[in-house]
């Protein structure tokens, strides 16, 4: 399938979702997840009027940005270790992955910009997941005001929801990313206008946009997975 054909088929259902719960469609923006595919199928992406391009590792997205240099707009989406902070930090405009203070530190040492990092949020407490707990993304969004770094702007949330059938888990998952966003942005901290919710991926964007995603990270339904192949 061409990505530009998928792209219609999803971008019909995120109108459609929209419609139904009175949002914007332009309110969500689509990230293609290109991490399972080539470099020739970012690009098919990037032409076929995808702006955005989500990476999970430092390598894939070294190597895509060789190529597409810096026209897409990039999203680093995956764990980032402290020392590989450095190979990304030029090149990604939002890291969806801030879970810790050492993390935080690195940016701030390493950044020339303001960064826009979204804080990742285990909502249900799964075991295999990385991210904050909603009461420790509280706790740390009080102790980043604290060090009031000059670099680091909490632009939003991420959230990856559990791999279930059982849409109830689902839904709760997103709307406790919600639910966290409102109580932050009560706060009313200076750099954190954390506007943004990155929410839904290939099985689950639907219900993500119907809680108030702004942001899906689409990569198996969009671009495919050339490793499965
Ligand atoms: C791989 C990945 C996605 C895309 O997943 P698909 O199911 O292929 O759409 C989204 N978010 C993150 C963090 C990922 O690692």
Redesign the pocket.
């Known amino acids: 399938m061409k990505v530009s054909d998928n792209l219609v088929h999803i971008q019909t259902k995120i109108d459609e979702v929209c419609k139904k719960v009175g949002r914007i469609p332009n309110d969500v923006k689509i990230i293609a997840?290109t991490?399972y595919v080539s470099i020739q199928r970012a690009t098919e992406a990037f032409e076929a009027g995808i702006t955005h391009l989500g990476e999970?590792r430092d390598d894939g997205l070294l190597s895509k940005y060789e190529s597409l240099g810096n026209k897409p707009v990039w999203h680093f989406?995956?764990t980032l270790q402290t020392r590989k902070v450095k190979n990304i930090i030029d090149i990604a405009e939002y890291i969806h992955s801030l879970d810790r203070m050492s993390l935080a530190d690195e940016i701030q040492k390493r950044a020339s910009r303001k960064m826009k990092c979204l804080i990742q949020v285990n909502v249900i407490g799964e075991e295999s997941k990385h991210g904050l707990s909603p009461e420790e993304a509280l706790l740390f969004v009080q102790a980043l005001r604290e060090k009031n770094y000059d670099k680091i702007e909490v632009a939003g949330l991420m959230t990856?929801a559990p791999f279930t059938e059982d849409e109830t888990v689902i839904r709760n998952c997103f709307k406790g990313l919600k639910e966290l966003q409102q109580q932050i942005q009560e706060m009313n901290i200076p750099c954190m206008p954390c506007n943004e919710l990155s929410m839904g991926?290939?099985?689950d964007f639907e219900i993500a946009i119907e809680e108030g995603a702004t942001m899906v990270?689409?990569?198996?339904?969009l671009v495919g997975?050339e490793s499965k192949i």
């Open positions: 997840v991490k999970n989406i995956g990856m991926m290939s099985n990270r689409i990569g198996t339904s997975n």
